[in-house]
């Protein structure tokens, strides 16, 4: 079974977001970035499921800049086999990189793919629900556990009240949720070895894919300042505060 | 043209976030239609029938939709999808599941998630877990949205008598099986609805110390909620983490304690009305965000805190 996985490579989350003074974005000059949290865990898990003999291979792809082959070298140095990067410049909406990752599937032929169920940056959620829709292939969404079987997945998802368990046919899509594995850390010598493994670089358009945005983005603004608050003496005072001022208990 | 809603239901009644969908809904254009795709699920239509913002609802009544999968869902969707100018449904884990599937099959750029509706096209939208807030415009001919259904007060329940008409129903996909469902069933509020949350931090130092939050949580009938850093010091369980990677809350009132404050962790409750800090560090970042800060050894103010709760004569649920 191959497996795909999807990654992105986004604003670190431990960064302190700037909105640009015009208003046309955030500022992602000299700041920190890394890959989507959720995308570790699909990397994660299609990893171990190919040390379980499970998965043949597993190919990591990556649809933005070239910076982005940072992000598909780092899934090579957890243990993807190769990566493919789909060059595209400026915002590349949901829409089109599942339009992308359609023409690569159809090349690659993956069992299945994997992804995070939401970027951190722009959070859509919407590329791995968008590709099956293109795919006409199922889709197993939140996953926090996956189980193989002979030609489906038992997929357990995480939803608002609580667990849901699905069985989908292969080939599928699963978009991975923060608790379905601890993803690991790269050892160097794995990093070492990751920098000699391929990673094929194609553009959008090579894939005939039109990326111009559907959505246009009028600004971008800071959230409302919440107005200062008040330090209080003691526990005593709290309470009343709490009781008589904001009136929530 | 009109809107139209797809309801989440368990076929006997509509989940509470479906009536602040309609009210945004109703809030882009008047005209709004709700789709119920039910087995046996009457009650279901009727009640939404009775919704005073809802013009007409459209019931398929099938076994195909006995449960609820995308795939069976998308199908009928998509074959009343061409008369609607809008498409929209609540962006919880339901709605998040299924808009992204329908807009992909109209070829249309979903707006997730919105928290304001500016014109029937332009909406506002939290970017960044809520650290920035951008307003768009979808040039789309058909527009899929999704809402933040706490952004949006619930549509009142009753005066109104839409017609209700039957639908048909989609296509049966072969592609997915539902299995099972294991609601979390607990006396206490779910940590994305609660009126309070209390959440602690690393101060706490252990998973055992958690004890002193969930007697202050019992006593305020309130969520438990945890940083990130609580989380992975193994004290509590992820699916209580609050925060960018976790989940986002809007209480009545969050309570902090020990929490410093990291970007992730204020990113995913800052929007509270009321937060209340509790860190024996006078310079944590938290205090930042706090209307009431209290600098105090967290060991001492917790027992004290419930100890005053315990004095009130009446707390609110």
Redesign the interface.
């Known amino acids: 079974m191959k497996i795909l996985v999807a990654v992105k490579r986004v604003?670190d989350?431990?960064?302190?977001?700037r909105?640009k003074e015009d208003g046309t974005g955030?500022v992602t000059d000299n700041v920190k970035m890394s890959t989507n949290?959720?995308d570790d865990n699909a990397i994660e898990e299609a990893v171990k499921l190919k040390e379980a003999g499970k998965a043949t291979e597993v190919v990591a792809v990556s649809v933005g800049e070239e910076k982005a082959q940072e992000t598909v070298r780092k899934a090579l140095a957890v243990g993807a086999d190769r990566g493919i990067l789909v060059k595209a410049d400026g915002v590349i909406?949901?829409?089109a990189v599942?339009k992308i990752l359609q023409k690569v599937v159809e090349k690659e032929k993956p069992d299945l793919v994997f992804m995070g169920k939401q970027a951190?940056?722009?959070?859509?959620?919407?590329?791995?629900?968008?590709?099956?829709?293109?795919l006409?292939?199922?889709?197993?969404?939140?996953a926090s556990k996956i189980e193989v079987k002979d030609k489906s997945l038992?997929v357990t998802?995480?939803?608002?009240?609580?667990?849901?368990?699905?069985?989908?046919?292969v080939p599928?899509i699963v978009t991975c949720d923060?608790?379905l594995n601890e993803p690991r850390y790269a050892s160097l010598p794995n990093i070492m070895k990751a920098k000699k493994k391929p990673i094929e670089q194609i553009t959008a358009s090579d894939l005939g894919v039109d990326t111009k945005?559907?959505?246009?983005?009028?600004?971008?603004?800071?959230?409302p300042k919440?107005k200062a608050?008040?330090?209080?003496a003691?526990?005593?005072e709290?309470?009343q505060?709490?009781?008589n001022e904001?009136k929530?208990? | 043209m009109s809107i139209l809603l797809i309801a989440e239901h368990n076929n006997k009644e509509f989940k509470p976030f479906t009536l602040n969908a309609i009210s945004a809904a109703s809030q882009i254009n008047e005209d709004v239609h709700v789709l119920v795709l039910g087995s046996n699920s009457d009650s279901v239509a009727k009640s939404i029938s009775e919704v005073p913002n809802v013009k007409k609802v459209i019931h398929v009544n099938n076994s195909l939709y006995e449960n609820y999968l995308a795939e069976n869902y998308t199908s009928a969707v998509i074959k009343l999808a061409e008369s609607y100018s809008h498409i929209v449904c609540s962006a919880n884990t339901f709605g998040k599941n299924l808009m992204p599937r329908v807009a992909a099959l109209l070829d249309v750029s979903q707006v997730s998630d919105i928290t304001k509706v500016i014109a029937e096209d332009t909406f506002l939208r939290p970017i960044y877990a809520g650290n920035a807030f951008a307003t768009v415009k979808s040039t789309d001919k058909i527009k899929c949205v999704t809402i933040r259904p706490t952004s949006f007060d619930p549509a009142p329940t009753s005066g109104g008598s839409a017609e209700i008409i039957n639908g048909d129903p989609g296509d049966a996909s072969e592609l997915s099986k539902f299995i099972k469902k294991e609601e979390i069933k607990s006396d206490r509020p779910e940590l994305g609805t609660a009126r309070v949350v209390v959440s602690g931090g690393r101060g706490m130092q252990s998973g055992e110390n958690f004890k002193l939050i969930t007697a202050v949580a019992d006593k305020l009938n309130a969520a438990i909620g945890a940083s990130r850093a609580a989380v992975d010091a193994g004290y509590i369980t992820n699916d209580h983490q609050v925060g960018q990677t976790g989940k986002v809350v809007v209480p009545d009132l969050y309570i902090a304690v020990g929490i410093s404050g990291a970007i992730q962790h204020l990113a995913g409750m800052k929007e509270s009305k009321v937060i209340v800090a509790i860190n024996k560090d006078g310079e944590a970042p938290i205090f930042s965000v706090a209307d009431y800060g209290l600098e105090a050894d967290l060991f001492e103010a917790l027992p004290k805190f419930l100890e005053e709760l315990n004095k009130l004569n009446t707390i609110q649920k």
């Open positions: 604003i989350y431990n960064v302190q977001i909105v955030v949290p959720p909406e949901p829409l599942s951190i940056d722009d959070d859509c959620n919407q590329t791995g629900q968008m590709l099956a829709a293109l006409n292939w199922p889709q197993a969404t939140f038992e998802r995480e939803i608002d009240e609580g667990l849901e368990t699905i069985e989908v046919n599928a923060l608790r945005p559907r959505i246009e983005q009028i600004k971008v603004e800071e959230p919440r608050g008040i330090k209080v003691s526990v005593e709290l309470v505060k709490l009781k904001a929530v208990i």
